[in-house]
């Protein structure tokens, strides 16, 4: 008999906004492309956008940065206009340096010394208040057309800052060719457009910006923004305030997506909704504080808190959502890291990623999954032995056993996130309120409970509330009874087992009790390794 193939697990990767610390997503896209899954849509704000835009076109984690031969994707990219050929580069761009030209790369350079030199902030304001006030004392007039000279100086300064010193057209050009190579076989012809990602057959992308003119949120992607190019919604993505030049697509003028949402997790919650199988992997990058950070601020940390604070709620309500931080510190601007740490940034990051993020998205949940089967067959195998030994028909019957996950960080609601047993049911990965359900019941008070259908006044006390009505609709229409044995793990977590039948535990009293501590004994048992599991896992996806 030939068994059928396992689908494989289907992921949504989301790449968050990070400037030059977005080497750290090659890292993990690596990680994540050595697993049997499937990619099903891509997502990323700014620099993520980047990956997920090369990603989505189908560039290998080798093809974006091979570690072992500290070639890159700029290796692949032509300077030379005039080459539309793939199978040959006859000038390499190489380095971001080369990319973006000597003029905009020393623009760059010096944005980034402002960006990180509060010193100079204030020196220039402590030097300019004391010649202010030498010359109102020595010479007052002159004194004065400096004034004017000085605002005028910063309304220009201002007026630069706005609209940005860098223009992204090389960026432009660059993400052009490189998404045509894999979209049309060539490097030249129009700008490719998320119709033709799609008509290609590559997984669906979403990029995030803001419409500074409109002063919204908005999602390119080939639904929302079938027409508009690829590498114009990346370069509005990444136009990040007072670096560089803001993007105008159809009388519309957009800044960096992190802005409005750095960790774009949300852009896939209607795929979700229909394939709730799928998995989330959420790229963050951060950086290790610093032990001898004195209290103040810089223009660039005012510009990362607005731009990467709000991860949180970017993140909330996500089912199946894993998170990775990864930690990469250079600046957000240093693009010119040397192609020899930016080899060690990505084996850091894809190591980390291999130890951390495939363990708790993809390895982990197949091992307890696993363990409930075998816990479950177990307990069958008890159940069937008391009706045997009971001399009742042993006439086919049904087992199921889940974890009961209580959902962070409010702890209203409780999800059944692993189990044995529910394919094909309907209830499979409920989530049910703490308040009005058995399980609830078995978690608050911190007490195994069975119910039976045979006991009404236990068994009706559930799902009683109107607004319970679609879960009702929902509850395995055979269930019989059901079996919650609390398992503590730490101080901080505790889960509900849960064990239940479409047959009644037809025994009498002392029979009955004696199984149900016996599948209680087996449950505690044989659940003692989640307190080994990463807590993240036990406080709800």
């Given at each position: 008999?030939?068994?059928?193939?396992?689908?494989?697990?289907?992921?949504?990767?989301?790449?968050?906004?990070?400037?030059?610390?977005?080497?750290?997503?090659?890292?993990?896209?690596?990680?994540?492309?050595?697993?049997?899954?499937?990619?099903?849509?891509?997502?990323?704000?700014?620099?993520?956008?980047?990956?997920?835009?090369?990603?989505?076109?189908?560039?290998?984690?080798?093809?974006?940065?091979?570690?072992?031969?500290?070639?890159?994707?700029?290796?692949?990219?032509?300077?030379?206009?005039?080459?539309?050929?793939?199978?040959?580069?006859?000038?390499?761009?190489?380095?971001?340096?080369?990319?973006?030209?000597?003029?905009?790369?020393?623009?760059?350079?010096?944005?980034?010394?402002?960006?990180?030199?509060?010193?100079?902030?204030?020196?220039?304001?402590?030097?300019?208040?004391?010649?202010?006030?030498?010359?109102?004392?020595?010479?007052?007039?002159?004194?004065?057309?400096?004034?004017?000279?000085?605002?005028?100086?910063?309304?220009?300064?201002?007026?630069?800052?706005?609209?940005?010193?860098?223009?992204?057209?090389?960026?432009?050009?660059?993400?052009?060719?490189?998404?045509?190579?894999?979209?049309?076989?060539?490097?030249?012809?129009?700008?490719?457009?998320?119709?033709?990602?799609?008509?290609?057959g590559f997984p669906p992308l979403k990029i995030v910006a803001a419409n500074i003119s409109e002063q919204e949120l908005m999602v390119f992607s080939a639904e929302t923004t079938p027409d508009a190019a690829v590498s114009d919604a990346v370069c509005a993505s990444i136009a990040i305030p007072c670096v560089f030049k803001p993007r105008r697509i159809n009388n519309n003028w957009f800044m960096d997506g992190g802005l409005v949402s750095n960790l774009p997790a949300w852009t896939f919650d209607d795929e979700r909704s229909i394939d709730r199988d799928a998995l989330t992997a959420a790229i963050e990058i951060g950086v290790t504080p610093s032990k001898n950070r004195t209290p103040g601020w810089t223009i660039g940390s005012m510009l990362g808190t607005m731009i990467f604070g709000a991860g949180l709620l970017n993140k909330r309500g996500v089912e199946r959502l894993t998170a990775e931080r990864l930690t990469v510190n250079i600046g957000l601007l240093d693009f010119d890291v040397g192609r020899e740490r930016a080899s060690e940034i990505i084996s850091e990051t894809e190591q980390y990623c291999e130890g951390s993020l495939i363990a708790r998205m993809i390895e982990l949940p197949r091992i307890i999954n696993d363990n409930c089967e075998s816990v479950s067959r177990r307990c069958h195998g008890l159940i069937s032995a008391s009706y045997a030994a009971a001399g009742l028909d042993e006439a086919e019957f049904a087992t199921r056993i889940a974890i009961a996950i209580p959902v962070a960080p409010r702890y209203r609601t409780v999800r059944l996130e692993f189990s044995s047993g529910y394919t094909d049911l309907s209830d499979e990965r409920i989530t049910l309120p703490l308040e009005r359900s058995l399980i609830g019941r078995s978690w608050n008070e911190n007490e195994t409970l069975y119910a039976s259908k045979s006991d009404p006044a236990v068994w009706n006390e559930s799902l009683t509330a109107p607004q319970d009505r679609w879960l009702r609709k929902l509850i395995w229409k055979d269930l019989n009874w059901v079996l919650c044995v609390p398992v503590k793990i730490d101080e901080q977590t505790r889960v509900i087992i849960t064990l239940d039948s479409d047959k009644a535990l037809a025994f009498n009293q002392d029979a009955q009790q004696e199984l149900l501590n016996a599948l209680e004994e087996l449950i505690l048992q044989e659940f003692q390794f989640l307190k080994n599991v990463e807590r993240e896992l036990l406080h709800g996806r």
């Open positions: 008999m030939i068994t059928p193939m396992q689908p494989k697990q289907r992921i949504y990767c989301i790449f968050e906004g990070a400037g030059a610390r977005g080497l750290g997503h090659v890292g993990a896209f690596r990680a994540l492309s050595k697993q049997d899954v499937e990619f099903v849509g891509f997502a990323g704000t700014s620099a993520g956008a980047i990956v997920a835009t090369l990603a989505a076109c189908g560039y290998s984690g080798e093809e974006l940065f091979s570690v072992a031969h500290k070639t890159n994707i700029l290796d692949r990219l032509d300077l030379d206009r005039r080459n539309s050929s793939v199978s040959s580069t006859k000038q390499p761009a190489g380095t971001p340096a080369n990319l973006f030209g000597r003029d905009s790369w020393y623009r760059l350079q010096l944005v980034r010394l402002v960006l990180k030199s509060r010193q100079i902030c204030v020196f220039l304001a402590i030097a300019g208040l004391i010649f202010l006030v030498a010359g109102l004392i020595f010479y007052p007039q002159l004194a004065l057309i400096a004034v004017l000279a000085s605002f005028a100086a910063l309304w220009l300064a201002a007026r630069m800052a706005v609209a940005g010193f860098v223009s992204l057209d090389v960026v432009k050009r660059a993400l052009d060719q490189l998404i045509a190579m894999k979209c049309r076989g060539r490097r030249d012809g129009s700008p490719p457009t998320f119709r033709d990602l799609a008509m290609a």
